[in-house]
């Protein structure tokens, strides 16, 4: 479907236009409608499916009638992080290009202008406002926001502001908001909490929910069978003759992720590492290294693995297997994006080989077995119905040739 057959202005018509929008994405041509129809909606659908201009085009539509106060904050824009609501604050700004419509996004940092910036932004009035929870609940709490005039409530990436812990600072943000609203909600997964934030603030929703979509067909996945402490040796192999180009590691904890930079950095290479101990500016100068080249490996927990676009990521490593299904799809979709090809290689101990079965059964399909390099020794068999954390070992998977040959394409790559 195309955007000129749903039922947008002339002045949203064009902004899509001027910025080569023409083809809905299915999420987009669901969830229009019927936020145009004022009802309430909760959204299961991944990042990468168009989900922002989903909720963004309706909403800029029916502010653009005029029909809102000025000079009142009209609509909210939840974000888990800092780093997605700037994401959608650029996009707001492109879609409201011809439109008569304010915006102003409120999250942390350290700088002092910066947060009297968003007080004056959240004084006058902005129409939208994008924030993260923690900073939009600390200016409410000095007293000078006003939120009784608020039409639209919208969370974006639900579970991930609940899994960072979130879920009172949203709530509290409820109590300011009027009852007679819109609540939308997007959810990359639909667990029990999620669920149960719903039917607290939602009010009678309609309801979406797409297919987990699989990974690009551009991406050469591939696996170790590896013993837990050989996971950094393997990495040391990948690196010590191929420069780097443009990898990100994604590691389940920051103790992790603070082990592998630091063994990377022994190496000469040039790496940076994410995780929720950095502060927000230093987080967002070592995401703009990274971007810029000056920095060509980003070792990561899963806080870059969502709503982050960066086009030509050429690996991802998955130190530690993760979570389910969709956690990896997240993750490996980093790579062989805006028609690049890309690699994903996933390390798997014996405790994580349950878990990797499980995202290959997802798959339909089986993930290509690298050996373990020589220098380690064997690392276990692969068989998820045994291998629950036992340290058995058993024999190797492939051979060094094959290893050797992956490593030839990812390098072409």
Known sequence: MKFSELQLNQNVLDALDAMRFEECTPVQEQAIPLILEGKDLIAVAQTGTGKTAAFLLPILNKLSEGKHQEDAINCIVMSPTRELAQQIDQQMEGFSYFLPVSNVAVYGGSDGALFEQQKRGLTLGADVVVATPGRLLAHLNLGYVDLSKVSYFILDEADRMLDMGFYEDIMQIVKYLPKDRQTIMFSATMPSKIQQLAKNILNDPSEIKLAISKPAEKIVQAAYICYENQKLGIIRSLFETDVPERVIIFASSKIKVKEVAKALKLMKLNVGEM????????????????????????????????????????SVINFDVPHDSEDYVHRIGRTARANNDGVAITFVSESEQTKFKAIENFLEKDIYKIAVPAELGEGPAYDPKIHRGRNTRQGGNGNNRKRKNFRSNKSKN
Do not use: P, Y
């Not at 101990?277 to 870059?304: C, H, P, Y």
């Open 275 to 314: 995780h929720s101990d950095l502060e927000q500016s230093q987080r967002e100068k070592m995401l703009l290294e990274f971007k810029s080249g000056r920095i060509n490996i980003l070792v990561a927990t899963d806080i870059v693995s969502r709503g982050i676009d960066i086009d030509d990521i050429r």
